[in-house]
């Protein structure tokens, strides 16, 4: 069955400090990874999504970066943090064609920038 | 474009009452629309979805909704509230293309006393 790892869960970091957030998957080849965001007291925001191996796509214009150097691996970047940055980040996978309900989300990394 | 409003952002009530959660959707298209629900400190999981099958579209633990073109309405419903229905509910719909582009509401805080 299909997992996702995040780590960390949970990250406190001053403003102007770098941040990577990594995301790997198992049980499943060739999915398309998304990168999603929940700022405090909204839903969720879609950020990055990849259909494969150095493919990125940016859904809103922020100070972060997405990367994917293998093809389970997901990492969320950024050089300065700033305090809008705070939030809970969500890493999800969905098969190619596969329908919306089978998108599977990891745990989450609450990330504190103060 | 695709967008989805939760109309209440904090709804409470007493354990074994009925429990709605409003939702509005709008779509240029059929759309497929769905309600997660988040657990404290847990991930996000798939109550039920409607992909322009049933109109009526029963999930787990009791929720159903009911989506009404008329009123471009998904609610969310479940006859009698348990405790541990205690959470935080989105109502999603999906973006053309990509199945894995969701949008999200703000989400709904469903609060049961006891």
């Known amino acids: 069955s299909q997992t996702i790892h995040q780590w960390p869960a949970t990250l406190v970091q001053p403003v102007g400090s770098p941040l990577s957030l990594e995301c790997t998957v198992e049980?499943?080849?060739?999915?398309?990874l998304y990168w999603y965001r929940q700022a405090a007291g909204r839903g969720l925001q879609l950020l990055f999504y990849?259909?494969?191996?150095?493919?990125i796509s940016s859904e809103v214009p922020q100070n972060l970066s997405a990367s994917r150097p293998q093809d389970r691996q997901f990492i969320l970047s950024s050089k300065k943090l700033l305090l809008s940055d705070s939030g809970f980040y969500l890493c999800?996978?969905?098969?190619?064609?596969?329908?919306?309900?089978?998108?599977?989300f990891g745990s989450g990394t609450q990330l504190s920038v103060l | 474009a695709q967008s989805v409003t939760q109309l209440d952002s904090h709804v409470s009530v007493s354990e074994g009452t009925p429990v709605l959660l409003r939702c509005n959707y709008s779509?240029?298209?059929?759309?497929?629309l769905f309600w997660y629900v988040q657990h404290p400190n847990k991930g996000l999981q798939l109550l039920l979805k409607y992909t322009s099958a049933a109109t009526l579209v029963k999930g787990i633990n009791g929720f159903e909704a009911e989506f009404k073109k008329s009123e471009t309405s998904f609610h969310l419903t479940k006859p009698s509230a348990h405790m541990s229905d205690a959470a935080e509910y989105f109502c999603v719909v999906t973006r053309s293309g990509n199945t894995g582009k969701l949008i999200f509401g703000q989400g709904t805080t469903l609060q049961v006393k006891p």
């Open positions: 779509s240029s298209y059929s759309p497929s």
């Open positions: 990849s259909v494969g191996i150095g493919q």
């Open positions: 999800a996978s969905l098969l190619p064609a596969a329908s919306p309900e089978k998108l599977f």
């Open positions: 049980g499943t080849s060739n999915p398309n």
